[in-house]
């Protein structure tokens, strides 16, 4: 049972334009979000996080959206850049009690051509 | 700060062999949580150890187990190692509970099991 599902494995987008990543979750439980980034051979890298209080946040060229009642959240990258190619993880908690582990999903490889 | 490391990086072992895994958090940090990563498989947890209690655990067989010692450094071992244990663990670091906390990775131990 998936409790995060990221349904693109991949996504190409023009250098410049919008990507956007999406993210579905099952759990009602879960209040906190987070997506991390990865390139080949390293460990994720933290890009952003939401709280269920909000509804969206944003950092540079990255914000979340998060979409309580269709359990959905998504991550827009405004501009592209070649260096965002990476893989995109989606993850979830329950971050009120703090006991439950972060929940990811598969991951959705972006590639970003100039 | 110095990052989350992990030691080995890469490992090569053969079926039937056990294999332990070491990773030292970020300085302060007390919760030290691990992940297998397959391909198409995403982040799977194993479990979280916080303050030298186990406080979590994912879906694995007790072949899998870990510890954490009084400096918050952590070790993974898996016994009896199979084929499908070949995957990138990943390790993670996080001030508090990791379900309540940013999680910080390190670069990952790629064990090849033949």
């Known amino acids: 049972d998936q409790q995060v599902k990221q349904n693109s494995p991949s996504l190409s987008v023009q250098e410049g334009r919008i990507s956007i990543l999406n993210c579905d979750y099952t759990?009602?439980?879960?209040?906190?979000f987070l997506w991390y980034k990865k390139y080949p051979a390293e460990g994720p890298t933290f890009l952003i996080s939401?709280?269920?209080?909000?509804d969206k946040n944003e950092d540079g060229r990255f914000t979340v959206f998060l979409n309580k009642s269709a359990k959905h959240l998504s991550l827009h990258i405004v501009p592209s850049q070649p260096g965002d190619s990476a893989v995109y993880f989606c993850?979830?908690?329950?971050?009120?009690?703090?006991?439950?582990?972060?929940?990811f999903g598969k991951g959705t490889r972006l590639s970003v051509i100039a | 700060k110095a990052g989350v490391t992990q030691t080995p990086r890469y490992l090569i072992k053969t079926r039937g062999q056990q294999v332990t895994l070491s990773c030292s958090p970020i300085?302060?940090?007390?919760?030290v949580s691990w992940y297998q990563q397959t391909p198409g498989q995403g982040l799977q947890f194993l479990f979280e150890?916080?303050?030298?209690?186990?406080?979590n655990k994912g879906n694995f067989p007790g072949r899998f187990s870990g510890r954490q010692f009084s400096n918050s450094r952590s070790e993974m071992n898996v016994s009896t190692l199979e084929l499908g244990d070949s995957a990138l663990y990943l390790c993670?670091?996080?001030?508090?509970?990791?379900?309540?906390?940013?999680?910080?990775f390190g670069p990952g131990t790629r064990l090849t099991v033949l």
């Open positions: 993670a670091s996080s001030l508090s509970l990791a379900g309540a906390d940013t999680q910080y």
């Open positions: 759990n009602s439980m879960f209040d906190y």
């Open positions: 939401i709280s269920s209080i909000k």
């Open positions: 993850a979830a908690s329950g971050a009120g009690s703090g006991n439950t582990p972060l929940v």
């Open positions: 300085s302060g940090h007390r919760s």
């Open positions: 150890y916080f303050s030298e209690t186990q406080r």
